[in-house]
Nanobody, 122 residues
Framework: FQLQASGGGLVQPGGSLRLSCAAS????????IGWFRQAPGKEREGVSC????????YYADFVKGRFTISRDNAKNTVYLQMDSLKPEDTAVYYC????????????????WGQGTQVTVSS
């Protein structure tokens, strides 16, 4: 399996970014996808996840109302639209996949992408 996260960058507070997670080597619509982040000196934490069919989504409280997860199974890609970004959203963002239910616990995920840096700063 291969997961490729992209779309990170430097953005001002209040700005937006859209992250993409492109998958290959798996039957994509059998797998849930999660987005996680890790800031320097902090543990990796769940941001959002989406079920294999896209009909169930979960969000961490700190991103509810600001981030939106979606997936396009025809393109083997999951997106994370991030709006109203805050400096505390600065982190490396990772996507990961697991067979079965969408969960927010990073320990439940089997395959990980390489991460993309998101920096929110003026």
């Amino acid at each position: 399996f291969q997961l490729q996260a992209s779309g990170g960058g430097l953005v001002q507070p209040g700005g937006s970014l859209r992250l993409s997670c492109a998958a290959s080597g798996l039957t994509f619509d059998d797998y849930a996808i999660g987005w996680f982040r890790q800031a320097p000196g902090k543990e990796r934490e769940g941001v959002s996840c989406i079920s294999s069919r896209g009909d169930t989504t979960y969000y961490a409280d700190f991103v509810k109302g600001r981030f939106t997860i979606s997936r396009d199974n025809a393109k083997n890609t999951v997106y994370l639209q991030m709006d109203s970004l805050k400096p505390e959203d600065t982190a490396v963002y990772y996507c990961a996949t697991r067979w079965g239910l969408a969960l927010m616990d990073p320990e439940s995920y089997e395959y990980w992408g390489q991460g993309t840096q998101v920096t929110v700063s003026s």
